[in-house]
């Protein structure tokens, strides 16, 4: 009997050792999930757009946006679209307030760490309203683009962003009717802007 009991707790203070074991397994794998997490974020890639400069003719547009690296770490296929855009001086309601351009897409090959690269987007005329170019309202709001960028960091994760490019500064000249091009700088924003020009 007394081998029996002893047995027993034994047996009970193996199964209790290896419940502490588990649980210690689990909780040094979550341990390290976090670790590997904080380790990511703090050398993956962060892009961010800056600045940039517009032309605008009768026949079209070109956009050129820097994008920046802030982080530890290479940014790869970094692919970016942009489409022009406006107010529609002839809206009949809140679907269609504003006039689009189609998409472009521009693409860098890759962007190192503390870098920048530099997309590049053409718009022809006919990918776009009229009235983006040549319309009466054209050259009386400031030159506007709805952006996205996405990029893979070097953990293999693809990550996207939103943002919205204007014009900015107001010393650029309206485009005459001799359709002289117009020119300026671009700045970046989170939110979309679409203002009127002052005369």
Not at 29 to 41: L, P, S
């Amino acid at each position: 009997m007394a081998m029996f009991i002893v047995s027993a707790i034994g047996t009970t203070v193996g199964l209790v050792g290896i419940v502490f074991v588990f649980r210690t397994l689990k909780a040094t794998r979550k341990g390290n999930k976090i670790n590997r997490e904080i380790g990511e974020a703090q050398t993956r890639a962060y892009l961010s757009p800056g600045a940039g400069t517009f032309r605008v003719t009768l026949n079209g547009a070109t956009l050129n946006v820097t994008i920046s690296n802030f982080g530890q770490s290479p940014a790869q296929q970094v692919d970016l679209w942009a489409r022009l855009m406006m107010p529609n001086m002839d809206s009949t309601g809140n679907h269609d307030q504003l006039l689009y351009s189609e998409w472009r897409r521009s693409g860098i090959v890759g962007i190192g760490a503390g870098q920048d690269g530099e997309a590049m987007f053409l718009f022809a005329s006919g990918s776009a309203p009229k009235e983006i170019f040549r319309g009466q309202h054209a050259n009386k709001f400031y030159v506007s683009a709805q952006c996205r960028m996405e990029w893979v960091d070097v953990f293999g994760k693809r990550w996207p962003a939103d943002f919205f490019v204007t014009e900015a500064v107001k010393e650029s000249e309206p485009m005459n009717a001799l359709g002289t091009p117009r020119a300026g700088k671009l700045r970046s924003t989170q939110t979309p802007t679409v203002d009127q020009r002052k005369s």
